[in-house]
């Protein structure tokens, strides 16, 4: 499936300002730095549809993007490194907290976890939250171009074990940067 039209709709910070039209949502979540807006855009064939930056933390709302005028895409603030204060770093995971609960039944929610570190206990956290909500998250290893591929297989195990999955099979390994892996998940996020 090719995605025609995709636009920014709003960054929610409270929860009124999170849409209520009952369209379907793909969440995007994940650690500060794990290339969740690169992987939005690239899923989408964007180049600057989500704002990527160097630096992480940049993504503080719950920013929604409509896809062809029938479902979201939402980017989701990340979680762990980010160089801001403590108070802040909580107030986004209360707006994210807010956001899965509004849209309990309508979200198919994407955990996305590093290839490079093979996941951190902050990882297991926010698989075993998403769980506690009734959610199934879809679990992606990013950056997997930077894994050799002779290391592969044992990171993606690595990656399973420290999320108590049963199996690394259920994982999808994508590099926003070369595209690999990246079809597959939009054919499973999409039902394709």
Do not use: C, H
Not at 2 to 24: M, N, T
Not at 43 to 50: D, S, T, W
Not at 63 to 78: A, M, T
Not at 134 to 152: Q, S
């Amino acid at each position: 499936m090719k995605v025609r039209d995709a636009r920014f709709v709003v960054s929610a910070v409270r929860a009124a300002d999170l849409p209520r039209d009952g369209r379907q949502q793909i969440a995007f979540a994940g650690r500060s730095n794990v290339g969740k807006s690169s992987l939005i855009n690239r899923l989408l064939g964007r180049k600057n549809l989500a704002r990527t930056s160097s630096r992480p933390g940049r993504t503080r709302r719950v920013n929604f993007f409509l896809i062809d005028d029938s479902w979201y895409v939402v980017d989701l603030p990340g979680y762990g490194y980010a160089r801001v204060s403590k108070s802040e770093r909580e107030a986004w995971g209360r707006s994210v907290d807010r956001y899965f609960r509004s849209a309990a039944g309508r979200v198919r929610v994407v955990l996305l976890v590093d290839g490079k570190v093979a996941g951190t206990p902050l990882d297991s956290e926010a698989y075993g939250y998403l769980k506690s909500l009734g959610l199934e998250p879809v679990v992606v290893v990013t950056k997997i171009d930077r894994v050799k591929r002779g290391a592969r297989a044992g990171t993606l195990a690595k990656v399973a074990e420290l999320l108590g999955m049963p199996s690394a099979a259920e994982l999808f390994p994508v590099s926003s940067r070369t595209g690999e892996g990246v079809s597959r998940l939009f054919a499973e996020l999409l039902g394709a």
